[in-house]
């Protein structure tokens, strides 16, 4: 008897075919054939709405995206289906050949990422740099900044890890809202049996308080969520990059079926400090 087939759409780039790759497995496993669907994302578009259509159209059962790919509201047609655990969500900083660092220019992505990085290091210069993490190598790579600060599960998923020299801690650089965590979506109708034992229900809970914890902050805000030991508890550090208060940081605790307030009370404390 043949197996039956879930074809899974994801954008055509190295890091998320190689995240798709553990999503096959899982498929696999379950008893289901899979087949993976690259497709091709053109430069400054949302990766979301691509997939989306693939859907669709029905040309494939699920989509995988990153966590902060998947629209802030829902898509009743593409439903949520699944969340992988969480790869390491810190952020890191890379050299030029190994050198090194004795000051100069530092490159990142992302304005949130910057002005944390001008606080953690006064007197250098913190530049933007444009493209994915391949691009951004690229760059420091032909000089135009002496280091690169990048997500640690990036540059571990591209076999960087050995150029690693610093991985910043949640007190030092907080990271981008779900990062580390990816996102699988379906089509209505998809046998759902075929992602028993991918989805972690640690990252479901994580992604009820940032999304919570960001919707009032409209892209200003940065956090990293995780349940303490007691598996109970839910830990949120969280800060609101404002370019005229500077870096805003807090923290709140609390039970795991609590998450979403926790998320919106740590919004509201931090937008409250900014009007003082």
């Known amino acids: 008897m043949s197996k039956a087939v879930i074809r899974i759409a994801a954008e055509d780039h190295p890091l998320a075919l190689r995240r798709a790759e553990l999503l096959m497995d899982c498929v696999t496993e379950n008893g289901f054939e899979p087949r993976l669907l690259p497709v091709p994302v053109p430069a400054d578009t949302s990766v979301f709405p691509v997939l989306g259509e693939v859907l669709r159209r029905g040309e494939a059962e699920l989509l995988l995206c990153r966590w902060e790919e998947r629209p802030q509201t829902p898509d009743p047609d593409l439903p ?113 049996s075929c992602l028993r034992g991918y989805s972690s229900v640690d990252s479901c809970f994580v992604s009820l308080a940032e999304k919570a914890f960001m919707r009032p902050l409209k892209g200003r805000g940065v956090i990293w969520s995780r349940l303490l030991p007691d598996g109970e508890t839910l830990l949120l550090r969280g800060a609101l990059c404002s370019g005229q208060a500077g870096v805003l940081k807090g923290s709140i605790s609390g039970g795991k079926g609590k998450a979403e307030l926790l998320g919106r009370t740590l919004a509201a404390n931090l937008m409250i400090r900014e009007l003082r």
């Open 80 to 192: 949520m289906a699944a969340l992988s655990a969480r790869e390491d969500p810190r952020d890191a900083l890379i050299l030029e050949g190994g050198d090194p660092f004795s000051g100069g220019v530092i490159g990142c992505s992302g304005e949130n990422r910057r002005l944390q990085l001008m606080e953690l290091f006064p007197g250098l210069e913190i530049i933007s740099l444009e493209g994915d993490a391949f691009s951004q190598l690229r760059q420091l790579e032909q000089g135009r900044c002496g280091a690169l600060v990048l997500s640690a599960a990036d540059l571990k998923a591209m076999g960087l890890e050995k150029r690693i020299c610093r991985i910043f801690s949640a007190e030092e650089l907080l990271p981008a809202p779900g990062q580390g965590v990816w996102t699988v979506c379906c089509r209505q109708g998809t046998d759902l």
